[in-house]
């Protein structure tokens, strides 16, 4: 349409892939110097009051030029990459200029929402809300068109540098920068936002041909921070945002010496591959040694505990994630390296939504967890510090068996919550390795409580279910016993009861009768597996993994509105409803590897 707004998305590097651009960096840009003003009469204001105000104004502007650029964009690195420092330990980034294929998997998946059904109208729409929406974020002292669509390049990165190495938080190192396709605008644009708060000082330093803009806080207004610099300086095609150290380390990659060097982050990006919305890296090893060392500060003065030693051997590296839209869903991928603490990869095809109720809402499970727990016991009871405890727990289990009689049959594990109209269900679900160590260890724990249970008015009754004994136990009687401890401050449930049941198959723990049954003639019956719903996010995530979480957002949706209350139902109806209808499920599945752990989280949308 001719009166949406033209967007330009700026021009990819010419290398491919998250490497260092090879030709030679663009020629840093100097913003204009910015007289020092006084601190004026306006003691509210503050410099972290106008550093959010940009960054919000930046992020509203960017997500609008990110759909708008919807139809149109090209595939190409992020600049922000290329001129983060290379010692960053934490990094993000947003593709809002929507890269290669990204432009018509999010149309897909946007069809669902209000407002989004006509693709071709988006930009018109656009166009009429976006002066309102930046307004708004800038408290009406800016516009889109005029002051941030000419400079905005759709790319937004963030980054963070080494942990300090004391309890300084001026010390504190992050940098913000923004894609521009007018450098000399985008400098132009930050020093009329700062320039317009009289509360605060500038001053400006050139450092390697580029000029940085220092800004001041008013005296007293950031404690904590008092010692720290902000600045921000137009280099090369970004503008970057945060403490004086942080913009001279952007300055210094000059494009090419940046994080896309590191060899560390190579690993990490390389290892989720494909056109993406948004990328997260995090170096875990430096954030927990940092994070260590500071604790150690903390706690040498506070006479702390140090952390277990045995956590050192479940730490990754590193991890990624990215995020994408993909056949009509927002999906995030996962990566970290294996570690050894963790085993051997076993991935397989989960059991358990073959035996839950096709009502299941959530479901959370994981493979495995007998061989599991065993192992994390060895690697607990191997510390000093920790074997002590193991030898507790280990003793007070003996009464069954031990540590391994209680958990060693245990192979798959979940937690399922189920909706049947306005009654809410669940429990444990268990398939087990060794079908008659589990009846064995429940038939003890069931005679324990006939034997201990009945002079605090437990009752343990059987009942026959299709060819199943389901033992109900009943803890009703509890009630005056919780009573009279609390004088009638806290009562216990008038009908609590939970009952169990145990096949060759599957465990199971619930509360009430009607999960343990439900879980029974799911065996043979529907079940969740069986729901289209379910099976179809399952192909996309994944089908042989090590864990599994569900969540059906639409049937917990539905039952949370017939909680709505009545003088709010309408606000919702008008504002929420429609936009939270679009989604459907959640779904998200862990697969480890011999060297790096996979992991998928898809939100999918109605229709898709």
Avoid: C
Wanted: net charge negative; glycine share 10%; aromatic share 6%.
């Amino acid at each position: 349409p001719a009166d949406a707004p033209s967007f330009a998305p700026p021009a990819p590097p010419p290398a491919a892939g998250y490497a260092a651009p090879e030709a030679p960096a663009p020629q840093p840009v100097a913003t204009m110097p910015v007289e020092a003003a006084a601190t004026g009469s306006r003691p509210g204001r503050s410099m972290l009051k106008w550093l959010v105000a940009a960054v919000v104004v930046l992020l509203v502007a960017g997500t609008v030029a990110g759909a708008t650029l919807l139809l149109t964009s090209d595939s190409g690195d992020p600049a922000v990459l290329a001129w983060s420092p290379a010692d960053s330990v934490a990094y993000s980034e947003l593709r809002l200029d929507l890269p290669g294929s990204q432009s018509a998997e999010l149309a897909k998946v946007m069809k669902a929402f209000p407002g989004f059904e006509d693709q071709a109208a988006f930009p018109v729409k656009l166009s009429e809300t976006l002066d309102l929406l930046v307004g708004k974020a800038s408290d009406g002292k800016m516009s889109w068109k005029n002051d941030i669509e000419p400079w905005f390049g759709g790319q937004v990165g963030g980054s963070v540098g080494p942990i300090p190495a004391k309890a300084d938080a001026s010390a504190t190192r992050f940098v913000l920068l923004v894609s521009t396709k007018d450098a000399a605008k985008a400098g132009a644009w930050m020093d009329g936002l700062v320039k317009a708060d009289t509360a605060v000082t500038t001053t400006t330093e050139t450092y390697n041909g580029t000029t940085i803009t220092v800004i001041t806080p008013p005296d007293g207004s950031i404690k904590d921070f008092a010692n720290m610099q902000a600045a921000y300086a137009t280099v090369g095609p970004v503008l970057a945002l945060g403490d004086v150290t942080s913009i001279k380390a952007v300055i210094d990659t000059k494009g090419t010496t940046g994080l896309a060097t590191n060899a560390q982050f190579k690993e990490a990006s390389t290892s989720v591959s494909g056109d993406r919305l948004g990328f997260f890296y995090a170096d875990v090893k430096a954030i927990a040694a940092g994070a260590e060392s500071l604790a150690g500060q903390a706690g040498a003065a506070a006479s702390m505990p140090s952390l277990p030693a045995f956590l050192n051997d479940w730490t990754a590296p590193w991890v990624a994630a990215a995020f994408r839209a993909s056949n009509g869903a927002f999906v995030v991928d996962t990566r970290s390296p294996h570690v050894a603490a963790a085993g051997a990869p076993k991935n397989s095809e989960s059991r358990l939504p073959g035996l839950v109720p096709p009502t299941t809402v959530v479901l959370a499970e994981g493979h495995n967890v007998g061989e599991s727990l065993a192992r994390l016991k060895e690697q607990l009871a191997s510390d000093p510090d920790l074997k002590d405890a193991v030898k507790q727990i280990d003793d007070a289990l003996a009464i069954v068996g031990g540590f391994d009689a209680a958990t060693g049959w245990m192979d798959e594990v979940g937690v399922a919550i189920t909706r049947d109209g306005d009654t809410i269900g669940g429990g444990l679900v268990v398939t087990p390795t060794d079908a008659a160590a589990a009846e064995k260890l429940l038939n003890q724990l069931k005679a324990f409580v006939q034997l201990g249970g009945a002079q605090a008015g437990i009752t343990v009754e059987d009942e026959e279910y299709n060819g199943t004994t389901i033992t109900v136990i009943d803890l009703s009687g509890l009630g005056g016993l919780v009573g009279g401890m609390t004088d009638g401050a806290v009562s216990a449930p008038s009908d609590l009861k939970i009952a169990y049941a145990a096949t060759d198959e599957v465990v199971v723990l619930g509360y009430g009768t009607d999960f343990v049954k439900g879980v029974l003639d799911a065996r043979t019956g529907d079940s969740l597996a069986k729901s289209q719903r379910f099976a179809t996010a399952l192909v996309q995530a994944g089908t042989s993994h090590a864990s599994l979480f569900w969540l059906d957002i639409a049937g917990v949706r539905d039952f949370a509105e017939g909680m709505v209350p009545s003088d709010m139902k309408g606000d919702y109806d008008t504002n929420a409803k429609p936009y939270l209808q679009a989604f459907d499920s959640l779904i998200s599945t862990q697969v480890p590897g011999e060297k790096i752990d996979s992991g998928t989280l898809i939100i999918r949308v109605t229709g898709s």
